[in-house]
């Protein structure tokens, strides 16, 4: 079973940027589909985007035009740059093959002031 573990995250101020990283145990190059969750207190785990061993990508309607889910299958590794940050976006941030299964990582706190 791939180990992913996420990195990036912070606390970023309304409006600013921060680029999430997902590097993986082994080749994600044979993996379909993967993807960036994220889980608010208090709130389920939701979908934020994912991408295709073709690059093809889906976003959730509340980041679109402002997350951008890519991978580097050289690397082992997925990125989610997130531009335009809001308050909203405030987070546990995780990344696991879609659809997900039950070997969830630390995942990486994302902070946004207002």
């Known amino acids: 079973q791939v180990q992913l573990v996420e990195s990036g995250g912070g606390l970023v101020q309304a409006g600013g940027s921060l680029r999430l990283s997902c590097t993986a145990s082994r080749s994600i190059a044979s993996i379909s589909w993967l993807a960036w969750y994220r889980q608010a207190p208090g709130k389920q785990r939701d979908l934020v985007a994912r991408i295709s061993s073709g690059g093809s990508t889906i976003y959730a309607d509340s980041v679109k035009g402002r997350f951008t889910v890519s991978r580097d299958n050289a690397k082992n590794t997925v990125y989610l740059q997130m531009n335009s940050l809001k308050p909203e976006d405030t987070a546990v941030y995780y990344c696991?093959?879609?659809?997900?299964?039950?070997?969830w990582g630390q995942g990486t706190q994302v902070t946004v002031s207002s």
């Open positions: 696991n093959i879609w659809p997900y299964n039950k070997y």
